[in-house]
Every structure is written in structure tokens, then in C-alpha cells.
């Protein structure tokens, strides 16, 4: 006997895996705010060095404040004011003459901090601390700070959940993630700040991953690809809702706060989630897992029958030793699954990475950029919605190969798109960015149906960990405009057309039950890397 064959008999998608899935989606709203956060908080506002120590004479207290920043601020090429420099004192002949540079003495660095247009945000990162000119590279490492800490984090709450189930790790990840966060915004320095975010990003990820996994357990075959398509909308709503929030709170301390705060009704509302009836049934907790399956019988208006008793449940071979726990050395003991481990990280890898080099460049359109922000995130909507049709129709691997592929060319069309013509490059990123959202919501779904169940928590946290590197890689790779404009063009180009190569060797899951032992994914098979069986397979083959 199956698991599915007991989901059968109490529904696999009722009005208890609705619960969880709507419980699911008001938890995961915050992450794709605090993920984008650092384009706002992180933002530089125009500034010059501060002058209003230079003189204290007469002749400059009574000039205008354009005319102070005249004599005392050089002027660039094309006419604006420095941003670092500064002269050692007033040249009042530039008001005269502003032409006349011959005699200007050499400008040195700004030596009593900085101005900054706050027309725009109250305060910024940037503007607390002055992480600006020799110092913005610390403003930049804000993203990868935080990044690197959802790094590590994925891949501890992966083995956690594995341990001690995903229902307590989720809540260890609800309250960790908002304590960090709302810590963090009552920073006195950078390097305290820089402390809490990443422990912000250790503790938030292990929400995404958990209840991805959450959620698949619960559901049937036929519904798994609804479920994840619904399950991705919740980041396509924080995307959209995020900028206006932003606007709203212009000051970062507030701003973190208030993206912070929805983790509140999360963490009330947890008592509501089940624990995963799979992963009890393999931990050997078998009176527990007919709990929660006679009370997703009742809430789904179905009769328990026989088959939650726990004699019954242990006819369920879910483990290939009874008592023995799984690390994230599974994943490389044998052949077959130590190869879909190299293919999954990979393809999370470069879907991440591109994904978020297209996202974290929100003054790419020239637009306002909370207008920019607004954009991403409502063109995620249609991309999401035509992802529950492909993964029917087209399949899982050709879905998550095709968007990859599409979402190249895009970026390598633009390479080629002259600066000149704005509207054309705009509407060539846009659909960069739907391609990429298609892969991401497909690549979630998918990469949870690869993996047995006994390791498929630790499988998540791992492919987590490896698409959190290539966000943490993303932002580095947008610097690299300073050498060549269309370097990170073509960088995100070729990281998305050799992940789509990748991505062609994973094995087709559409229509197959979810494997529950290694020696499901083992077994000699046909797929270049060992798909699960499907229920019929079993019974032709004995097993």
C-alpha cells in the first residue's frame, strides 16, 4: 500500500489542503519583500559632500545654497556635482566664470560626510552611515550578506525538518526570521546590522522551503501542480504589494519593519497547520499520522476507514530501515540520486541567479523604480497562471527547459537593442522577467516530486542553498557594467541557456507518485537518471 492510496480514501484535495495552502500563502507573503528589500533600503540617493564646515566667513554664509555648492563642490563631465570630491576651500571666482578651470586647486575627499536628496527616501543605508564613495562597497554587500544567511539557512532547516518535523521547524522559522527582522531595524552601526540581517536570512528561509514540502505532502497527484502554481502566487503577490508598501514607508528602519510584520497572523494562525502525515508514517509516529489523517477525513467530509489505523499505516514502506535517519550524505551515497543532486543544484543555481540579476535591476527601465518594482511583479501573474497549463500539457522538464531557454534569448536580444530605444528594451525585459518566473515556480514543484521522501526536506534545503548562491552571485554579477554596459547581458544569458542544457537530463515526474525510498529513484530504469514509478509500474512489476 501507498500513501496515495490513503490520501484516496480521505481526499487529496479538500477543504483540509486548502487550509494548509491558504495558512501557506500568508506565511511566505513577507519573504519576496524582505528578498528585494535591499533595492530600497539599500538605495543611494544622490549626494555631495558636506560644505557646511568649509567657511564660516561672511562672504559665504550669505550665498545661496546652489552657489555654495558651486565654489565649494567640483563639477563632473556632464556638469553635475561630485559625489566625493570636494575643494580644501571656497572658489568664489567660479561664480563668475564657472568655465575657468585652470587654476582650480587638486579636489580631495569629502572630510565632513555627505549631503544626500532626500526627496526620494528619508533615510537609506546608504545615508545612515555614509556607505558611499570609498565605502560603497559595504552597502552593496548588504545583499549578498543577507543571501549568504538564507544560504546556510536552507540547508540547516532542511535537515531539521528531516529531524524533528516540518510543522515545530516552521515555527522556529516564523519566530527567528521576524525576531532578527524587527532587531534589525533598531541597528545603532553597520556592522550590527549587517549581524542581524544575516541571521534575518538564516532564519526566513527555512519558511519557503518547509512549506513547499508541506504542502506537496498533503495533496494528491492530480493536484500537485495547482498547489504549486497557488503556492508560488503568494511571492507574485509580495512582489506587486511590496513596492506600494515601500512607498508608503520611506524611511528603511520602517520600512523593515513594516514587510516584517505579516509574519505576525503567521505565527498566530500556525496552531492551524498539520504536521506532514508522510513524514510521521517514516519517523515511525504512527498514532500521530492517523490523527491528522482522521481529521483530514472529517474536514473533508470523508469516513476513516481502515486504512489510517496505525497497523495499517505500517504496511506503508517508507523507510528502508525502520529507525535509521537521513543526512545530506544521501545525497551522494548512490548513483542515481548523487546525480540528481548535481542537476537539481545546478538548475537552481542558474534559475536563481537569473532570475534575480533581471530583479535586482530595477533602474534598468530608466522608470521610476518603484514603478519598475510594480512591474516585475505583476508580470509574474500571467507567467504563474500559465505555468498549472504547461505543467499538464508540455511536462515538467519541457516547461522548466523552455522558460530557461526563452528567457536567454531575451536577455541576449537586449545585448543587442541600442540604448536608444527605451520602450523596445523595456518590453524585451519584461518578458526576460515573466520567462524567468515561469522557471522558478516550475523548478519548486518539480525538484519536490524528484526526491524520496525519506531525504526529500534535506534535498529542498540543499537546492535551496545552491539558488541562494546564485543570488548572493547575482549583484556581482551587475557590477560588471564598470568594465563592458552588456557584460551582465551576456553573463545572465549564458547562465540561463546552459542551465536550460541541465535541466534536459532531469526525468519527467508529471503523472507519477511521489518516490519514497532511495531504491525507488535506484531501481535500473530507462530515464537517464531514474524518475519515480507511477502506481501502475509497481503492480506490473511486483512491487
Known amino acids: 500500500m501507498k500513501f496515495e492510496d490513503v490520501l484516496l480514501e480521505v481526499s487529496g484535495f479538500g477543504r483540509f489542503q486548502k487550509l494548509i495552502l491558504s495558512l501557506s500563502f500568508l506565511g511566505r507573503f513577507t519573504l519576496p519583500c524582505h528578498f528585494m528589500l535591499s533595492n530600497f533600503i539599500a538605495a543611494v540617493p544622490s549626494h555631495h559632500c558636506n560644505i557646511s564646515g568649509l567657511d564660516t566667513s561672511a562672504a559665504f554664509v550669505n550665498l545661496t545654497v546652489e552657489q555654495r555648492q558651486t565654489v565649494s563642490v567640483p563639477a563632473e563631465a556632464d556638469g553635475t556635482l561630485s559625489s566625493c570630491l570636494m575643494f580644501p576651500e571656497p572658489q568664489f571666482h567660479l561664480l563668475s566664470n564657472t568655465s575657468n578651470t585652470t587654476d582650480l586647486p ?28 570609498e565605502n560603497k562597497g559595504l552597502n552593496k554587500a548588504t545583499t549578498t550578506i543577507f ?71 498533503w495533496v494528491d497527484i492530480e493536484n500537485r501542480k495547482l498547489v504549486g502554481v497557488v503556492d508560488s502566487l503568494s511571492w507574485t503577490f509580495g512582489n506587486v504589494v511590496f513596492p506600494l508598501i515601500a512607498y508608503g514607508f520611506r524611511d528603511w528602519r520602517w520600512l523593515t519593519i513594516a514587510v516584517t510584520c505579516p509574519l505576525i497572523p503567521a505565527i498566530i494562525s ?51 530501515k525502520g529507525s535509521r535517519k537521513y543526512t545530506y550524505l544521501d545525497l551522494v551515497r548512490t548513483p542515481k540520486i548523487r546525480q540528481l543532486a548535481v542537476l537539481t543544484g545546478l538548475t537552481w543555481f542558474g534559475v536563481a541567479s537569473t532570475a534575480y540579476g533581471i530583479g535586482f535591476n530595477i533602474a534598468g527601465f530608466g522608470l521610476n523604480m518603484y514603478l519598475t518594482q510594480f512591474i516585475y511583479g505583476v508580470v509574474e501573474l500571467p507567467a504563474k497562471l500559465s505555468v498549472y497549463y504547461l505543467l499538464e500539457k508540455v511536462g515538467r522538464r519541457k516547461t522548466e527547459v523552455g522558460s ?131 502506481e501502475m509500474e509497481r503492480t506490473q512489476n511486483g512491487l
Open 106 to 133: 587638486a579636489a580631495e575627499p569629502c572630510q565632513n560626510g555627505w549631503m544626500f536628496d532626500n526627496s526620494t527616501f528619508k533615510s537609506t543605508l546608504a545615508s545612515e552611515w555614509d556607505l558611499v564613495c
Open 147 to 217: 543571501f549568504i544567511g538564507v544560504m546556510f539557512g536552507a540547508v540547516t532547516f532542511g535537515s531539521l525538518s528531516d529531524k524533528y518535523g516540518r510543522r515545530i521547524m516552521l515555527l522556529v522559522s516564523y519566530v527567528s526570521g521576524m525576531g532578527f527582522a524587527v532587531i534589525s531595524a533598531f541597528s545603532t552601526s553597520y556592522i550590527m546590522f549587517a549581524v542581524l540581517r544575516f541571521l534575518t536570512g538564516f532564519g526566513i528561509t527555512g519558511i519557503v522551503i518547509i512549506s513547499s514540502v508541506l504542502v506537496v505532502e
Open 270 to 320: 500556525w496552531r492551524w497547520i498539520p504536521e506532514s502525515a508522510r513524514w510521521l508514517i517514516a519517523s515511525g509516529q504512527l498514532e500521530k499520522a492517523q490523527y491528522y489523517l482522521q481529521k483530514c477525513a472529517m474536514m473533508n467530509q470523508r469516513e476513516a476507514t481502515s486504512t489510517t489505523k496505525p497497523e495499517n499505516l505500517a504496511l506503508i514502506v517508507l523507510t528502508e
Open 404 to 534: 530557461l531557454l526563452f528567457t536567454g534569448v531575451c536577455l541576449g536580444i537586449n545585448i543587442f537593442i541600442s540604448k536608444d530605444h527605451p520602450g523596445l528594451r523595456t518590453i524585451i525585459a519584461v518578458l526576460a522577467r515573466g520567462f524567468s518566473a515561469v522557471s522558478f515556480c516550475t523548478v519548486i514543484l518539480y525538484s519536490s516530486e524528484l526526491y524520496p521522501t525519506v531525504i526529500r526536506q534535506n534535498a529542498m534545503g540543499y537546492n535551496s542553498s545552491m539558488a541562494r548562491l546564485g543570488v548572493a552571485v547575482a549583484p556581482l554579477i551587475l557590477l560588471l557594467e564598470d568594465i563592458w554596459t552588456s557584460l551582465p547581458q551576456v553573463v545572465l544569458c549564458s547562465i540561463a541557456i546552459l542551465t536550460s542544457l541541465v535541466a534536459h537530463f532531469l526525468p519527467e515526474t508529471r503523472g507519477r507518485c511521489l518516490p519514497e525510498t532511495i531504491e525507488d529513484i535506484e531501481r535500473p530504469r530507462d530515464d537517464p537518471v531514474g524518475a519515480p514509478v507511477t
